[in-house]
T-cell receptor
């Protein structure tokens, strides 16, 4: 699986959009970009995933660059409850592929 | 959404004893489950992949005789930490893959905090 690079930490004001970047320059054509988050002392929570096109759901939007070498997770109106470690992971969809976690980005949402 | 449960959520045991952690997929079938371990302020590290009805596949450096995994049904996998030592104290998280979806979506349990005294 391709590796990803994320900033170790980011701060965001409550109510503002949080834009979390991820570089995955070695991604291959059949690999998806997944985003999970982990709130302190809980299991990871699925947020969103995509292949080429931008995706949006009730939690977030995922913007993938045309060359697929990077992506941005957008939380449109961050709240204090969005404070968590956000993990960007690339993974194929074959049954043998595993989710391998990097170090992620610690997002801190403040008043 | 899909729900994965773990039991117990927290356990304290004495050094040398064994501890069993259960992982259940509540509303979907999971032929594949994963066990992760997470030390404080560190990322999740995959320990093993558990396939229903067959032996688990362990990641490099993980002792299969110490971390026994059983995946006897499509909704239940267990991890037994045998002869636990204080260095085994960690946050253990299981994950189940929903093979009913096209993308092999993977859902995580809430984790089990193990403390070995």
């Amino acid at each position: 699986d391709a590796k990803t690079t994320q900033p170790p930490s980011m701060d965001c004001a409550e109510g503002r959009a949080a834009n979390l970047p991820c570089n995955h320059s070695t991604i291959s054509g059949n690999e998806y970009v997944y985003w999970y988050r982990q709130i302190h002392s809980q299991g990871p929570q699925y947020i969103i995933h995509g292949l080429k096109n931008n995706e949006t759901n009730e939690m977030a939007s995922l913007i993938i660059t045309e060359d697929r070498k990077s992506s941005t997770l957008i939380l449109p109106h961050a709240t204090l409850r969005d404070t968590a470690v956000y993990y960007c992971i690339v993974r194929g969809t074959g049954g043998g592929n595993k989710l391998t976690f990097g170090t992620g980005t610690q997002l801190k949402v403040e008043l | 959404g899909a729900v994965v449960s773990q039991h117990p959520s927290r356990v304290i045991c004495k050094s040398g004893t064994s501890v069993k952690i259960e992982c259940r997929s509540l509303d979907f079938q999971a032929t594949t489950m994963f066990w992760y371990r997470q030390f404080p302020k560190k990322s999740l590290m995959l320990m093993a992949t558990s396939n229903e009805g067959s032996k688990a596949t362990y990641e490099q450096g993980v002792e299969k005789d110490k971390f026994l995994i059983n995946h006897a049904s499509l909704t239940l996998s267990t991890l037994t930490v045998t002869s636990a030592h204080p260095e085994d104290s960690s946050f253990y998280i299981c994950s189940a893959r929903d093979t009913g979806t096209s993308g092999y979506e993977q859902y995580f349990g809430p984790g089990t905090r193990l403390t070995v005294t």
